[in-house]
């Protein structure tokens, strides 16, 4: 019998990207999911490693895990997706929201990746829809599309617990930037308040932090009460309005994230990196002047 309890959930952060990957175990089995996981990237020199996901793999062999999952909250735009690896080594399907489609649409474009590159999200095992169910050993699960960040946002919620990819930060830190393509403050808001519907104790997993001003160490995990009560950007009594205004203005002085354009490409691909070119290389793109 499937019960709301609560899962394990087991964190991993890295520094280069400020990223929380996490490893949400069944209490009672040994089946689990990995979340958000991170594929090390040196832009400078263009190569690639795998201290990161092997963290991952070292628990989930020391701890005899069997892993059914591994799951994305959304195309990042701040690291690249070790999925792939992760799914060689561990046979797990790889999952992300429907909306994926509308990503790869509008970044198939621009990177101009050409009438081989599906548009259909195919190169994942899993488009998860909007409430749609799905199960962690005897852990319910379930998913909520949560737009805004990105057009594919989603929020898996496994248990008493919610791991909402960028669209919420600590209270003390805020909210997710929309100034993406296919970013929307109004839809950010609205998916903000369906997770902040959820029942107040549920805990809530960050994908990312980045230490508000007087807070000395990094901090991944709060509650629906808490960021009703106290996230400095849309707390109780925070108006549509006031947010779209505020987040607006906030993100037109933001600078891009420094991977965001080796990370999209590779990440709308489900952690692949495109295709061999013919000699036997491959390489990334680099848009001039168009984001």
Sequence with gaps: MLTSKSPEVISFFDNASNTFSYIVKDPNSTVCALIDSVLDFDAASGTT?????????TYVSQNNLQVEWILETHVHADHLS??????QKLGAKIGIGSNIKEVQEVFGKAFNAGTDFALDGSQFDKLFEDNETFEIG??????IHTPGHTPA????IIGDSAFVGDTLFMPDFGTARTDFPGGSAEQLYQSIWKILQLPNETKLYMCHDYKAPGRDEFAYQTTVKEQRE?????KEGVSMEEFVAFRTERDANLSMPKLILPSVQVNMRAGQMP???????VYLKIPINRF
């Design 49 to 57: 490693s795998f201290e990161s996901a092997d963290k991952l793999l």
């Design 275 to 281: 295709p061999e070119e013919d000699d036997g290389h």
């Design 82 to 87: 070790a999925a792939p690896y992760l799914k």
């Design 153 to 156: 946002c989603m929020t898996y």
């Design 138 to 143: 005897s852990l319910k699960a379930s998913t």
């Design 230 to 234: 106290t996230n400095i950007h849309v």
